[in-house]
């Protein structure tokens, strides 16, 4: 009896000491890891203190997306009275801009508190009109990567997407040319390389990360 416990007690301590090796290992990749500057950007901001863009990380299902704009259009279609298409330029220049400091929590653990410039997605959606039987809102990036959130979420918060982090156009890295900032929600919802925003009466539509297992309310606690 005593061998077995004392076996239980080496194996309890060869289990501890492997996550703490792990840990070490893990701590000092992130602090001996080179960042990459991005110099200019805003790094306080009414009082307070910002992330810097290097401190969201890129987790893309198929990595960065590099957008020809000679050729990217932003489409409103689904249920709106006429489906309409946005340059780049178009939105830049046809919109109203908004700033907000809000944080993006990663299921993963981390966060970044950053400055956000962007449009209302509601303001985008006026030239189409909305169709009264519309719940939710389907947005799809270059990568194939979608996500889904109610309407009235979209309307309550004013929530943008971003062509802006920290006062610096968003790189290519962090999903130029546009971000969904889905303040109150987890990452995944934060759809980066925006290129369509589908009026839909499917509110229970599954994005990419939701198919497989993640909730479709991801609601920061």
């Not at 910002?50 to 704009?69: P, Y």
């Not at 220049?93 to 993963?108: D, G, H, N």
């Not at 995944?188 to 390389?193: F, G, H, L």
């Amino acid at each position: 009896m005593e061998k077995k416990n004392l076996f239980k007690k080496v194996i309890a301590v060869s289990i501890v000491t492997m996550l703490l090796v792990m840990v070490f290992i893990a701590v000092y990749l992130t602090v001996t890891q080179p960042k990459m500057l991005y110099p200019g950007e805003i790094q306080n901001y009414q009082g307070q203190n910002l992330a810097s863009i290097a401190d969201v990380r890129e987790n893309a299902i198929k990595g960065t997306q590099h957008i020809d704009m000679s050729t990217y259009r932003l489409t409103i279609t689904g249920l709106v009275n006429k489906s309409v298409e946005y340059t780049y330029d178009q939105v830049l220049s046809k919109f109203q801009s908004y700033q907000k400091v809000v944080t993006l929590y990663c299921v993963e653990g981390w966060s970044a508190k950053i400055l956000w410039e962007g449009f209302l997605v509601t303001d985008l959606l006026k030239e189409a009109g909305v169709d009264s039987n519309a719940t939710a809102i389907i947005f799809r990036a270059s990568d194939g990567y979608s996500t889904a959130l109610p309407l009235d979420y979209i309307t309550s918060h004013n929530i943008i997407i971003a062509y802006k982090m920290n006062g610096l156009t968003i790189p290519p890295e962090r999903g130029f040319p546009f971000q969904l900032v889905a303040e109150s929600q987890y990452g995944y919802k934060w759809i980066k390389w925006i290129t369509s925003i589908e009026l839909t009466d499917n509110s229970g539509y599954l994005g990419f990360w939701e198919s497989r297992g993640y909730p479709n309310d991801a609601t920061v606690p």
